[in-house]
DNA sequence: GTCCAACCATACGGTCCCGTATGGAGGTTG
DNA sequence: CAACCTCCATACGGGACCGTATGGTTGGAC
C-alpha cells in the first residue's frame, strides 16, 4: 500500500466499499478496517460520527457505481436496440458489483440498505422500459419487457454466483437469443387488451 | 406459545430456520433464540455441539423444503408441461422460503451455505431441463430454456422483495405469457449451430 | 421411595466490536 | 519558537455473543 500517513474520508469510504465487496455488511466494521489500512480507530472517528456513517458513505458510492456510471457509459451507443444489446452484454460480465449487490440482498432489512436497493432497481426497470418505448412498444409491453429483461439479468447473475456448474458454456449466446426474443418477437398471449393498436 | 417445558433438537432447529428468515445467517445466534424459547442456552448445549450444528440443522431443513417438497408436490400434475405451468405460477407466491433465501445469498461465502445454495440451484436447473426434455426439447435447448426460466424466477423473486412498486401490476399474466414463450416459441436464433463444430 | 439419566438454569471467562476520552506527533501560522 | 490546528495512537468501559463448568430439577425404572 501506500507510506501515506494522513487518510482522508473517501480513503475510509474506499476501505468500507471493499469490505463489502468481501463479507457483505458486517464487514463494514471499524476495528478490522482499521488494521487493513494500517492504522487505528483514531483516525476514523475525527473523518466519520459513527460506524453507520461509513455504512451509508460506501452504499453511496456503490449506488453511483451501479446506475449513473453505468447508463453514462451507454450514451455512447446509438439508437436504444444498440443500447439495450450493449446493456445486457456488457453488465453481466461485471463482477465485483456483483458480489456487493448480492451481499446487500442478505442485509435488505437493514434501515440504510433498503432503500437503496430499492432505488437502485427502481432505477433500472425505469431505464430499460424507456429504451423498449423507443423502440416502438406501448408502454405496457415496454414495462413488462423490461421487467423480464432485467428479472433475467438478475437471475442470471444469481446463478452464476451460486451454480455456476449448472449453467450451459455458452451463455452470451443464451443472452443474445433472449434479447432477440425481447426485442422482436410478438408475446404469443399478450396480457394486454386486444383493443389497443400499435 | 407452549408450556412445554422440555424442548427437543427439533424445536432449536426450527427456531434456528425462523431465526434465519428474520435476520439472515448472523441471527442465528444462540442467546438470542433461547431468549425467544423462552429458556437459555443450557438447553442449547445440551441438544446440539455448537452454533455451527445448528446452522448446518436449519439449512438442512430449509434444503428439504426448497426443493423435495416442492418437486413432490407436482408429482399431481399430469404432463411436463402442466408440471411447467404449476411450478412457476405456484413458486413464485411463496413467501418466507424466498426471505430465507435471499438472505442467504449474503452470506454464500459461508462454508456451509455455499454448497446448500449451489445445491438448490443445480437441482433446480436440472429438474426444470428435465420436464423441458420431456416437452421434445434437445438436450440443449432443454438446458437453455430451463436456465432461462429459473433465471426469471429468481430474478422476479428479487425484484418483488426490493422494488414492488416498479413491477407490473398484472405480474401473473407476465410470468404466464413468459412460460408460453418458452414453451412454445422455436427459438429466433438458436445459439447451437446445426452442424455442431462447436 | 431411591436412583439415575435426561434436561435445564446460572455463572464464568474469553473474543470481537463499538464509541469515548485523552494525550500526543507534525505541520502551519504568527 | 510558541501557540495552534489537524490528524492519529492508545487506553478504557460497555455490550453482544460463544462455549464451558457446574449444580439443580424432573420424570421414569425398579
Keep these: 500500500m501506500d507510506m501515506t500517513q494522513r487518510l482522508s474520508a473517501e480513503d475510509w469510504a474506499d476501505a468500507a466499499l471493499d469490505a463489502l465487496g468481501r463479507g457483505g455488511l458486517p464487514a463494514i466494521a471499524v476495528e478490522p478496517i482499521a488494521a487493513r489500512?494500517?492504522?487505528t480507530k483514531g483516525s476514523f472517528?475525527?473523518?466519520?460520527?459513527?460506524?453507520?456513517a461509513l455504512i451509508e458513505a460506501a452504499l453511496h458510492r456503490w449506488e453511483e457505481?451501479?446506475?449513473?456510471?453505468?447508463?453514462?457509459?451507454?450514451?455512447?451507443?446509438?439508437?436504444?436496440?444498440?443500447?439495450?444489446?450493449?446493456?445486457?452484454?456488457?453488465?453481466?460480465?461485471?463482477?465485483?458489483?456483483?458480489?456487493?449487490?448480492l451481499s446487500l440482498l442478505g442485509s435488505?432489512?437493514?434501515?440504510?440498505?433498503?432503500?437503496?436497493?430499492?432505488?437502485?432497481?427502481?432505477?433500472?426497470?425505469t431505464y430499460v422500459r424507456e429504451?423498449?418505448?423507443?423502440?416502438?412498444f406501448t408502454p405496457e409491453e415496454a414495462h413488462?419487457?423490461?421487467?423480464?429483461?432485467?428479472?433475467?439479468y438478475l437471475g442470471h447473475t444469481q446463478l452464476a454466483h451460486t451454480a455456476r456448474a449448472a449453467l450451459p458454456e455458452?451463455?452470451?449466446?443464451l443472452i443474445t437469443s433472449a434479447i432477440d426474443a425481447l426485442l422482436t418477437a410478438p408475446t404469443p398471449a399478450p396480457p394486454t387488451p386486444p383493443t389497443?393498436?400499435?
Tied chains: 1, 2.
Design 108 to 125: 435488505r432489512d437493514h434501515p440504510a440498505v433498503g432503500p437503496v436497493l430499492q432505488r437502485v432497481a427502481e432505477r433500472r426497470v
Design 144 to 152: 413488462h419487457r423490461a421487467t423480464l429483461g432485467v428479472s433475467i
Design 170 to 173: 455458452n451463455v452470451d449466446a
Design 45 to 52: 472517528y475525527w473523518h466519520f460520527r459513527n460506524r453507520d
Design 131 to 136: 429504451l423498449f418505448e423507443e423502440v416502438g
Design 65 to 101: 457505481r451501479g446506475t449513473s456510471q453505468v447508463i453514462e457509459a451507454l450514451k455512447a451507443e446509438e439508437g436504444p436496440e444498440a443500447k439495450l444489446r450493449k446493456l445486457f452484454t456488457t453488465v453481466i460480465a461485471f463482477g465485483l458489483s456483483h458480489r456487493i449487490e
Design 196 to 198: 389497443s393498436p400499435t
Design 37 to 39: 489500512l494500517g492504522t
